[in-house]
Protein backbone atom coordinates (compact mmCIF):
# COMPACT_ATOMS: atom_id res chain seq x y z
CA UNK A 1 0.00 0.00 0.00
CA UNK A 2 1.62 3.51 -0.71
CA UNK A 3 1.65 6.11 1.54
CA UNK A 4 1.28 9.74 0.27
CA UNK A 5 2.80 12.44 2.38
CA UNK A 6 0.26 15.50 2.65
CA UNK A 7 2.36 18.81 2.98
CA UNK A 8 0.59 21.76 3.74
CA UNK A 9 -3.16 22.75 5.31
CA UNK A 10 -6.28 21.80 4.50
CA UNK A 11 -8.54 25.11 3.34
CA UNK A 12 -10.60 23.98 6.75
CA UNK A 13 -7.59 23.89 8.93
CA UNK A 14 -6.52 27.39 7.74
CA UNK A 15 -9.34 28.83 8.53
CA UNK A 16 -10.01 27.12 12.10
CA UNK A 17 -6.20 29.03 12.57
CA UNK A 18 -7.63 32.41 11.06
CA UNK A 19 -10.49 32.39 13.43
CA UNK A 20 -8.67 31.15 16.36
CA UNK A 21 -6.25 33.82 16.01
CA UNK A 22 -9.03 36.25 15.08
CA UNK A 23 -10.30 35.45 18.63
CA UNK A 24 -7.29 36.17 20.42
CA UNK A 25 -6.48 39.06 18.82
CA UNK A 26 -10.15 40.55 19.48
CA UNK A 27 -9.49 40.09 23.59
CA UNK A 28 -6.32 41.23 23.58
CA UNK A 29 -6.13 43.91 21.92
CA UNK A 30 -7.74 46.11 23.16
CA UNK A 31 -6.21 45.84 26.30
CA UNK A 32 -2.69 46.29 24.68
CA UNK A 33 -4.01 49.78 23.47
CA UNK A 34 -5.63 50.62 27.28
CA UNK A 35 -2.42 49.70 28.67
CA UNK A 36 -0.68 51.70 26.10
CA UNK A 37 -2.38 54.43 26.52
CA UNK A 38 -2.54 54.37 30.59
CA UNK A 39 1.47 54.69 30.02
CA UNK A 40 1.16 57.85 28.16
CA UNK A 41 -1.41 59.06 30.36
CA UNK A 42 1.21 58.51 33.53
CA UNK A 43 4.14 59.37 31.71
CA UNK A 44 2.41 62.58 31.09
CA UNK A 45 0.84 63.18 34.15
CA UNK A 46 4.60 62.92 35.67
CA UNK A 47 5.76 65.48 33.43
CA UNK A 48 2.47 67.76 33.95
CA UNK A 49 2.87 67.66 37.64
CA UNK A 50 6.52 68.36 37.80
CA UNK A 51 7.08 71.29 35.50
CA UNK A 52 4.47 73.13 37.84
CA UNK A 53 6.39 71.91 40.72
CA UNK A 54 9.90 72.79 39.42
CA UNK A 55 8.94 76.58 38.34
CA UNK A 56 7.41 76.78 41.68
CA UNK A 57 10.44 75.61 43.90
CA UNK A 58 13.16 78.50 41.48
CA UNK A 59 10.39 80.90 42.70
CA UNK A 60 10.70 79.88 46.33
CA UNK A 61 14.32 80.20 45.93
CA UNK A 62 13.80 84.07 44.52
CA UNK A 63 10.57 85.07 47.37
CA UNK A 64 10.91 82.35 50.00
CA UNK A 65 7.87 80.54 51.81
CA UNK A 66 5.04 80.95 49.65
CA UNK A 67 2.53 81.71 52.16
CA UNK A 68 4.12 85.62 52.51
CA UNK A 69 3.70 85.86 48.93
CA UNK A 70 1.80 88.72 47.48
CA UNK A 71 -2.52 87.55 46.19
CA UNK A 72 -2.21 84.20 48.31
CA UNK A 73 -4.96 85.30 50.52
CA UNK A 74 -7.08 86.19 47.46
CA UNK A 75 -7.21 83.14 44.91
CA UNK A 76 -11.07 83.81 45.21
CA UNK A 77 -10.48 86.63 42.85
CA UNK A 78 -9.70 86.90 39.68
CA UNK A 79 -7.12 89.65 39.10
CA UNK A 80 -5.49 88.51 42.27
CA UNK A 81 -4.87 85.02 40.78
CA UNK A 82 -3.53 86.68 37.35
CA UNK A 83 -0.92 88.71 39.49
CA UNK A 84 0.03 86.27 41.14
CA UNK A 85 0.56 83.82 38.22
CA UNK A 86 1.95 86.38 36.35
CA UNK A 87 4.95 87.25 38.85
CA UNK A 88 5.57 84.03 40.87
CA UNK A 89 4.83 81.10 37.91
CA UNK A 90 5.22 82.41 34.14
CA UNK A 91 8.96 83.24 34.51
CA UNK A 92 9.80 80.25 36.03
CA UNK A 93 8.61 78.19 32.85
CA UNK A 94 10.20 78.08 29.78
CA UNK A 95 7.96 79.32 26.50
CA UNK A 96 5.34 80.87 29.13
CA UNK A 97 4.01 84.15 28.72
CA UNK A 98 1.20 86.17 30.52
CA UNK A 99 -1.88 85.28 28.44
CA UNK A 100 -3.90 87.80 26.65
CA UNK A 101 -7.50 89.02 28.38
CA UNK A 102 -8.98 87.58 24.86
CA UNK A 103 -7.89 83.80 25.94
CA UNK A 104 -9.70 83.74 28.70
CA UNK A 105 -12.81 81.06 27.65
CA UNK A 106 -12.42 77.90 26.56
CA UNK A 107 -12.98 78.55 22.72
CA UNK A 108 -10.19 80.83 22.75
CA UNK A 109 -8.33 78.23 24.69
CA UNK A 110 -8.83 76.41 21.29
CA UNK A 111 -11.65 73.89 22.63
CA UNK A 112 -14.67 73.44 21.00
CA UNK A 113 -17.63 75.52 21.98
CA UNK A 114 -19.90 74.30 24.96
CA UNK A 115 -22.55 72.21 22.70
CA UNK A 116 -19.96 69.77 21.27
CA UNK A 117 -19.03 66.56 23.41
CA UNK A 118 -15.69 67.49 23.34
CA UNK A 119 -15.60 70.97 25.24
CA UNK A 120 -13.97 70.36 29.22
CA UNK A 121 -16.42 68.17 30.93
CA UNK A 122 -16.79 65.84 34.37
CA UNK A 123 -17.01 61.92 34.37
CA UNK A 124 -21.25 62.48 34.46
CA UNK A 125 -21.46 64.10 31.22
CA UNK A 126 -21.41 68.20 33.30
CA UNK A 127 -19.33 70.97 31.17
CA UNK A 128 -16.90 72.79 32.72
CA UNK A 129 -18.14 76.72 33.53
CA UNK A 130 -14.74 77.99 31.82
CA UNK A 131 -15.50 81.55 31.36
CA UNK A 132 -13.33 84.55 32.12
CA UNK A 133 -13.49 84.91 35.46
CA UNK A 134 -12.88 81.46 36.57
CA UNK A 135 -9.67 80.15 34.40
CA UNK A 136 -6.48 81.71 33.52
CA UNK A 137 -4.53 79.92 30.06
CA UNK A 138 -0.86 79.60 30.71
CA UNK A 139 -0.38 78.02 27.86
CA UNK A 140 1.12 74.81 26.02
CA UNK A 141 4.18 73.32 27.11
CA UNK A 142 5.48 70.09 26.17
CA UNK A 143 2.35 68.92 24.04
CA UNK A 144 0.60 69.53 27.59
CA UNK A 145 -1.87 72.51 27.75
CA UNK A 146 -2.30 74.21 31.52
CA UNK A 147 -4.81 76.51 33.04
CA UNK A 148 -5.34 77.91 36.62
CA UNK A 149 -9.11 78.89 38.36
CA UNK A 150 -10.53 78.73 41.99
CA UNK A 151 -11.43 75.74 43.55
CA UNK A 152 -14.77 77.40 45.19
CA UNK A 153 -12.58 77.49 48.22
CA UNK A 154 -10.25 80.45 48.00
CA UNK A 155 -7.58 78.06 46.69
CA UNK A 156 -5.94 77.93 43.38
CA UNK A 157 -6.03 74.76 41.67
CA UNK A 158 -4.04 74.11 38.16
CA UNK A 159 -5.47 71.80 35.30
CA UNK A 160 -3.60 70.16 32.97
CA UNK A 161 -4.95 68.83 29.66
CA UNK A 162 -1.87 66.15 28.87
CA UNK A 163 -2.81 65.93 25.48
CA UNK A 164 -3.54 69.72 24.73
CA UNK A 165 -6.77 70.47 23.67
CA UNK A 166 -6.99 67.41 21.33
CA UNK A 167 -10.26 64.97 22.35
CA UNK A 168 -11.94 63.80 24.95
CA UNK A 169 -11.05 66.78 27.12
CA UNK A 170 -12.59 64.76 30.33
CA UNK A 171 -11.16 65.14 33.88
CA UNK A 172 -9.71 61.85 35.13
CA UNK A 173 -8.66 60.39 31.14
CA UNK A 174 -6.61 63.42 29.67
CA UNK A 175 -7.64 66.56 32.07
CA UNK A 176 -6.52 66.20 35.91
CA UNK A 177 -5.68 69.22 38.45
CA UNK A 178 -3.26 70.15 41.43
CA UNK A 179 -3.94 72.31 43.96
CA UNK A 180 -1.59 74.84 45.55
CA UNK A 181 -0.55 74.49 49.00
CA UNK A 182 1.58 77.84 49.76
CA UNK A 183 1.95 75.83 53.76
CA UNK A 184 4.26 73.71 52.51
CA UNK A 185 6.06 75.61 49.22
CA UNK A 186 4.50 73.15 47.10
CA UNK A 187 1.68 71.90 44.72
CA UNK A 188 -0.20 68.18 45.47
CA UNK A 189 -2.36 66.35 43.28
CA UNK A 190 -6.25 67.61 43.63
CA UNK A 191 -8.77 65.89 45.53
CA UNK A 192 -11.70 67.81 46.67
CA UNK A 193 -10.36 70.91 48.30
CA UNK A 194 -7.35 72.39 50.90
CA UNK A 195 -5.98 71.28 52.79
CA UNK A 196 -4.06 68.49 50.38
CA UNK A 197 -6.90 65.35 51.41
CA UNK A 198 -5.53 62.27 50.62
CA UNK A 199 -8.50 60.37 52.53
CA UNK A 200 -10.66 58.75 50.12
CA UNK A 201 -9.03 59.97 47.00
CA UNK A 202 -10.77 56.86 45.08
CA UNK A 203 -14.45 58.35 45.76
CA UNK A 204 -13.04 61.95 44.83
CA UNK A 205 -12.26 60.32 41.77
CA UNK A 206 -15.69 58.03 41.55
CA UNK A 207 -17.84 60.40 42.84
CA UNK A 208 -16.56 64.02 42.99
CA UNK A 209 -16.05 65.02 39.43
CA UNK A 210 -12.44 63.20 38.92
CA UNK A 211 -11.01 65.80 41.03
CA UNK A 212 -9.05 62.99 42.84
CA UNK A 213 -8.31 60.87 39.71
CA UNK A 214 -4.50 62.27 39.66
CA UNK A 215 -4.48 61.31 43.59
CA UNK A 216 -5.60 57.53 42.88
CA UNK A 217 -2.62 57.32 40.40
CA UNK A 218 0.11 58.70 42.15
CA UNK A 219 -1.14 56.47 45.68
CA UNK A 220 -0.99 53.76 43.45
CA UNK A 221 2.90 54.51 42.80
CA UNK A 222 2.03 55.85 39.75
CA UNK A 223 0.11 53.52 38.04
CA UNK A 224 -3.31 53.35 37.08
CA UNK A 225 -5.23 51.05 39.34
CA UNK A 226 -7.29 47.93 37.52
CA UNK A 227 -10.51 49.33 39.95
CA UNK A 228 -9.97 52.56 37.89
CA UNK A 229 -13.31 54.19 37.34
CA UNK A 230 -12.86 55.83 34.47
CA UNK A 231 -11.91 53.38 31.30
CA UNK A 232 -8.90 53.48 28.95
Known amino acids: MLYHRRFGFTLAEVLITLGIV ?16 KAQTISKL ?5 LINDAFKLAVVDYGDMKNWDYVENFSDADSRKAFIDKYLIPYVKGAEPSSESAYNAVGLGYPSSTSKYFPHQPNGSIVGMSSQNY ?10 YYAGPDGYGNLVFHA ?16 QFILVPDINTIKMHTYQYRYIT ?8 DSNAFGCGLV ?3 NSWDIPNDYPIKF
Do not use: H, R
Open 199 to 206: DNAYTYCK
Open 136 to 145: YPIGLLNGIF
Open 46 to 50: KVAYT
Open 161 to 176: DLNGVNKPNLYGYDLF
Open 22 to 37: GVVAASTLPVLIGNYK
Open 217 to 219: IEK
